[in-house]
């Protein structure tokens, strides 16, 4: 049985929450005020991420306080104070400046969970570089791409990724000037067009003194994926650090005295808003683990580094599920306070789920790579409603949407209608722009509103439900997934004629990628055909991105102009009705 | 219950990476390193190698027996014992 509603009092978690009411925060909020928090850098020079998050707090008292501890997979674990971080990030911003790498250039880092690149984002985001995480789960493909359209022209990564993904990319990319190597516990060797990140950090001043930082100055590149073309890159700015805290303080309920844990990845943006930046501008100590999904090992993580904030993602949480209560029950987890998780909708079963397992709902929240920060959420103080994404931050104006014509957009006011998600444009994370493509970035507002692309309604009490995408883009792992990039993979392939793409529904991973493809003539549908489209895909793309089924079909459903109708391959595969096909292509 | 030795345990193992990740080639395998460092797989993809196993084998794998499967000759050293164990 599952609760219709989660009933909250203001103290049930045994520390005042920052919130204790959500209406009258929300009524009384302004970002100035929130910006008052943060410091900015000395003599009015603005402000920047890496000040905020590290260099103010290792010139005060929190000095000598845990900023991160980092939890190896082999069980070795290193920790930094906020002023050992200062000390490496100004290491590797002096690093940055003595190659020449100035203001404004893309620095891309590409690594597992290992303090380098941490270091190396806090680090170039003192030299004012423009900070591109990548997932290390990527393959070639996804990379080069990426490195590409972002115009890298540094790349921090590690011995064993460079010769494994990027070292046969490396003449197709003649932008990309510096490549700095992390070789851990290895001796380093001579590999070609590289240099050793320890040696140059060895030799590099601890002290370093960040320019003047504007707050429009761009900080961050985030990729992410539309349904069509090449990934975008939406680009944040400095001054997005307001929003990085402030949400930290009132969807997180953030704490002087917190242990932090978000198990997100900083090549996703929660993994970098939130993993890296938003614990750190708030004072507290973050576990970063470099180790996998491994239930029994993440209970141990709680209880042994007395976590109290943890932030995690459905499908873990999903996977967590499966292995049912009795392991967790195993572990005692006194400090632990709070639980949230975004990616992707939680179902009410996994927000209660949390109750038996732990004593503690999950809050489940919403935002987008666009975002910047969260921007709906379930709160410490507020009655939960399982299923829901909860109900707007405080700055943050969300409504539900139709979109009418070019550029108008009528609000939809009745309570639990469906349309599309929209925030009222400003709030400091905002992004202010896809790199080099202005016409994409224009399309996604209309007038005052950013249109989310998500389709949701919201209920009488206010409380936001996340419904599907508008478009074809895949969610999946809390991902998204752009159809075409698999496409595009697949039709390399010499078996290959055409390929559709779909998110197929999943238990776990609220949508896995499944390929459609349609093979040339000559070639015959076979096991061994499929295994080996497989694995094709997965070299050039990564797991994180390639197909986890491949079907062979004899023709795709396209419409007379030839687009592939994804959502009438949807629609077949899950027996649905097909909906809408005047303009499908007779014979398909 | 069928028995397998311990050669029929690594074939069963690397028959169920094949169908999740066919690119991987056995041989490039070091038996004592995590599987994960050698192999590109998800949390995902590891979860339907575990259910595979369980199918092929007819064992149940519990959760707090993962950490068991990390690397080949630890996978297989356990899921044998655990075959033998169900005799």
Known sequence: MIANIISKSASSSGVAPNMSDYAQTYAGFSWETAAQSLMGLPDGRGINIAHEAVDRHAQGPRAQQLALRWLGRTGVTRDFSYRDLAEQTSRFANVLAGLGVQPGERVFVLAG??????????????????????????????????????????????????QKKIADLRARLPQLRH???????????????????????????????????AADDPALLHFTSGTTGKPKGAVHVHGAVVAHDATGKLALDFHADDV????????????????????????????????????????????????????????????????????????????????????????????????????????????QTETGGIMLANYVAMDIKPGSMGKPLPGIEAAIVKRCGEDAVEIITAPDVEGELALKRGWPSMFRGYLNEDERYRKCFAGEWYLSGDLAKCDADGYYWFIGRADDVIKSSGHLIGPFEVESALMEHPAVAEAGVIGKPDPVQLETVKAFVALKSGYVPSEVLRRELLGFARKRLGAAIAPKEIDFIENLPKTRSGKIMRRLLKARELGLPEGDTSTLESGA | MTSYNREQIRDIIFDALGAIAPEVEPALIAPDRPLREQIDIDSFDFLNFIIRLHETLGIDIPEKDYAELLTLNSAVEYLTRRCAAQQ
């Not at chain 1, 320890?198 to 590099?204: G, I, P, Q, Y």
């Not at chain 1, 939130?274 to 750190?280: D, R, T, V």
Request: hydrophobic share 45%; charged share 15%.
């Open chain 1, 260 to 367: 932090f844990w978000c198990t997100a990845d900083p090549g996703w943006v929660t993994g970098t808003s939130y993993g890296i930046i938003s614990p750190l501008t708030n004072g507290v100590s973050s576990i970063v683990d470099e180790g996998d999904f491994d239930a029994d090992r993440w209970y141990r993580i709680l209880a042994e580094q007395k976590v109290s904030v943890w932030y995690t993602a459905p499908t873990a949480v999903r996977m967590m599920m499966k292995g049912g209560t009795e392991l967790v029950h195993q572990h005692d987890f006194p400090r632990l306070r709070f639980i949230a998780s975004v990616g992707e909708p939680l179902n009410p079963q996994a927000v209660c789920w949390g109750l038996d397992a732990f004593g503690l709902p999950i809050h489940d929240n919403w935002w």
């Open chain 1, 179 to 213: 490549v700095l190597l992390v070789y851990g516990d290895a001796d380093p060797v001579d590999i070609a067009d590289t240099l050793d990140l320890a040696a140059l950090m060895r030799e590099a001043s601890t002290t370093f003194v960040i320019g003047p930082t």
């Open chain 1, 113 to 162: 969970r290992i303090p380098e690149l941490y270091i190396a984002v806090l680090g170039a985001l003192k030299q004012r570089c423009v900070v591109s995480p990548l997932f290390s789960a990527f393959g070639p493909e996804p990379i080069y791409t990426r490195l590409t359209l972002g115009g890298g022209s540094v790349l921090v990564t590690t011995a064993s990724l460079y």
